[in-house]
């Protein structure tokens, strides 16, 4: 372009004749950015092509580069339109895509853990039942069977997390309390923010409705969110916990933690089966409170900043 538009000067300010050149490559070019998909590449050639006409025109004082100019923004503003366009069907049909390996994935992961929850289950049982007896056997050796005791105890609350997974969503939904879910698993975890000097804090609009829910499921939603801020507190601190009914049909329980926060790129990892940062966690926390809200036709929203804390709001509607 820079050559064709060198050689027009040369030729056309030397010459008396008016200006008689331009190039339908030029437009080729133009429509050519919707089948790469480049918006970067539409930009250049049609800017290029523009400034070309222009300092031409400017050098060999004509005005005939009008004609060009007008063509290459017609054409440019057909283009941008389709460019759009394309770009956003790539985009409805990535996230599809997307969105359909996910479930797939969830899926699958579902029928594994069901599958391996229910044959850890049972051994799982009888391991329980026989350190049971022999902790009443040799008195001597509690020490040993109480860590014994509290292993097992884990691995159960890992394999009810790997059936919830797995579990289809035919639950029965009773109207419960959320202030008084609230103020259960408060009571629960108390112990480990006293242990840590975090003060919890809770605010609660006036008027909360009951909500349709299957209430053990929100308790260990809650609890899951409220261990997971407490564990990100090493400093000590305030940790908040905001109950609002803003919307007619919705209820917001937000968790707010000062913490050490999440990384913008670890964010997106969250919701991964199995992702932790902790060296006794199990990573499954978060995604089976996504797939009970989700079960509650609710939904979770996570912002956070480095070395300031994690907020996490969970939106449940007060209907099923
Ligand atoms: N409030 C938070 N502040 C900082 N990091 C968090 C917070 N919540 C979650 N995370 C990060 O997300 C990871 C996954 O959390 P998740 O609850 O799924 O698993 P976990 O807490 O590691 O283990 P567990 O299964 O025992 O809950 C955590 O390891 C942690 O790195
Ligand atoms: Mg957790």
């Known amino acids: 372009m820079i050559l064709t538009a060198l050689s027009d000067i040369i030729l056309f ?11 339908a490559a030029e437009l080729i070019l133009i429509l050519f950015s919707p089948l790469f998909i480049n918006k970067c590449f539409y930009w250049v050639v049609t800017i290029v092509s523009i400034s070309r006409y222009f300092i031409v025109g400017l050098l060999i004082h004509s005005m005939v580069v009008v004609i060009p100019i007008a063509l290459i923004i017609i054409f440019s503003v057909i283009t941008y339109i389709l460019l759009n366009r394309f770009n956003s069907y790539i985009y409805a049909l990535t996230s599809a895509n997307e969105e359909l390996r996910h479930k797939e994935k969830l899926t699958f992961i579902g029928q594994m853990a ?7 289950r049972n051994p799982l049982a009888s391991l329980k039942g026989f ?24 691995i159960d609350l890992i394999v009810n997390d790997l059936l919830l997974l797995g579990k289809p969503k035919n639950t029965q939904f009773q109207k419960s309390c959320l202030k008084e879910i609230i103020f259960y698993v408060i009571s629960i975890t108390k112990q480990q923010a006293n242990e840590k000097n975090i003060s919890l804090s809770v605010e609660m609009d006036e008027s909360i409705p009951l ?3 299957v209430e053990n499921q929100i308790k260990q939603v809650c609890i899951n969110l409220i261990k997971n801020g407490l564990d990100s507190m090493d400093n000590g601190g305030m940790f908040k916990i905001l109950l609002k009914h803003e919307l007619k049909n919705e209820i917001s329980i937000s968790f707010i933690d000062q913490g050490c926060g999440i990384n913008q790129s670890e964010l997106n990892k969250l919701f991964t089966p199995f992702y932790t940062t902790k060296g006794d966690g199990t990573g499954l926390g978060l995604i089976v409170t996504k797939k009970i809200i989700e079960d509650h036709q609710g939904e979770i929203k996570i912002e956070s900043e480095l070395n300031r804390g994690t907020q996490v709001e969970v939106i449940l509607p007060v209907v099923q």
């Open 131 to 154: 350190t049971q007896l022999q902790k009443e056997k040799y008195v001597q050796d509690q020490k040993y069977f109480s860590i014994m005791e509290q292993e097992i105890e884990r």
């Open 211 to 213: 909500i349709e829910c």
């Open 114 to 120: 069901t599958s391996i929850g229910h044959e850890i």
């Open 13 to 23: 300010s030397s010459e008396s004749g008016e200006y008689a050149s331009g190039n």
